[in-house]
């Protein structure tokens, strides 16, 4: 066994269909007396109804999140949670209003309560992400993990299945990668390997049964075990890529890590032989594939983009976006730098064409 460093990351849980109702128990916990309640506009219904669970511990309701944290709407957010006197963030929604949270928390150390409806898994990381200029730049700080966490499965069942899976196969890339992270350790792989179990399970059972909610509480489970691992080791060409494709050419987040992930993996798969056989172990594919066909028809059997193309991607501008890759340094297992920049213009052109790894 290789040496290793194993830091836990000081969040609390509470997990289970319901356990939203643990609301006002936890936000006494926490020692917070007014909290402000960010979401997003389209989900300010579950916002109101977070807010009324408060009653007088609710100071206000922000409603504008939206993807990327503009540096404008984070200013907006810290002025209206200084104006109101708030001493607790409560984050609904996904990775965007997550986000949020960790922009204000980030200058004013305010509490982050997470109750995450998406399985990107932000809450379960101390990275935080602000765009400004056009520009995202992402850190990391202790101060902007969520202390705690409220996974409740059935506030997920709004969740459109197309976004169910895609960001379902966002939660596995961070698994993926942390089963070959270079600062990787026994615990992570443990849980990275677990979480793709249960995703890999649930995604077809939404697909199926959108509103069953042990099929919910499956994917929630493995996107809390994804986010952990993501918050823990570092991530690899796959996330470089998809942070690529996002910024410069403004493409979905998880749809992205969806069309991007098998092509990846096949790329660090003869680097990597151990992590593979795990994932491979994790996606339990009925007919014997590849990790990265496995994570393929994944996707596409359960109606995910598998091509750049069908994102609103420009053939144009794989040359740039294979430029922009290997020009910045980013740890592989495999070398994926200037040197190598054929093969991962061919990778991108792979992902744009959504041909199936073999
Ligand atoms: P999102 O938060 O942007 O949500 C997408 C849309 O789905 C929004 O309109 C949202 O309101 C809606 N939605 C969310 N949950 C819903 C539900 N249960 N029912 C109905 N609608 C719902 O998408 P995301 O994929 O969760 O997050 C993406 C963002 O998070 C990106 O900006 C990404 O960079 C960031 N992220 C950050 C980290 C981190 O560790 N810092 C990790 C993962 C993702």
């Known amino acids: 066994m290789k040496d290793f460093v194993y830091n836990g990351q000081p969040s609390r849980v509470v997990f289970g269909a319901g356990s939203l109702a643990h609301l006002e128990r936890e936000i006494e916990i926490l020692g917070a007396r007014r909290a402000l309640v960010l979401c997003t506009h389209e989900q300010q219904g579950q916002a109101q109804m ?13 409603a504008r ?3 990327h944290v503009p540096i404008e709407t984070a200013r907006e957010a810290r002025d209206e949670a200084r104006r109101l006197g708030a001493d607790c963030a409560v984050a609904i929604g996904g990775g965007s209003t997550t986000g949020l949270g960790k922009a204000i928390s980030l200058e004013s150390g305010l509490p982050i309560l997470a109750i995450p409806t998406t399985y990107a898994g932000s809450e379960m990381t101390p990275i935080y992400g602000i765009t400004e200029s056009g520009l995202k730049k992402t850190g990391k700080d202790a101060r902007v993990l969520p202390r705690t966490v409220i996974y409740d499965p059935e506030l997920t069942l709004t969740l459109p299945v197309s976004l169910s899976v895609t960001s379902g196969l966002n939660a596995i890339a961070h698994a993926a990668e942390g089963l070959y992270a270079r600062d990787g350790n026994p615990v992570m792989s443990l849980m990275a390997e677990e979480g793709i179990r249960a995703l890999a399970r649930a995604l077809p059972a939404i697909r199926q049964r959108s509103g069953d909610v042990d099929a919910r509480a499956d994917a929630l489970y493995g996107a809390w075990l994804c986010g952990t691992v993501l918050g823990s ?6 996330h470089k890529l998809c942070h690529t494709l996002g910024g410069s050419f403004n493409l979905p987040h998880a ?10 993996i096949a790329f660090n798969s003869q680097t990597e032989p151990g992590a593979i056989s795990r994932i491979e172990r994790a996606l339990g594919s ?5 990790a990265a066909a496995g994570l393929f028809d994944l996707a596409r059997d359960n109606g995910a983009p598998v091509a750049l193309r069908d994102l609103g991607m420009k053939e144009t501008d794989l040359d740039r976006a294979a430029d922009l890759a290997v020009n910045s340094p980013y740890w592989n297992p495999r070398k994926a730098g200037p040197a190598q920049r054929g093969e ?4 991108l052109q792979n992902a744009f064409d959504g041909i199936r790894p073999e």
């Open 65 to 67: 999140a939206v993807m």
């Open 286 to 290: 009925a007919e014997p594939c590849s």
């Open 344 to 347: 991962i213009r061919q990778l």
């Open 233 to 238: 080791v570092g991530m690899a060409l796959h």
């Open 50 to 62: 977070v807010a009324e669970r408060l009653g007088a511990r609710a100071a206000g309701i922000f």
């Open 255 to 264: 749809e992205v890590h969806t069309v991007v992930l098998p092509q990846a």
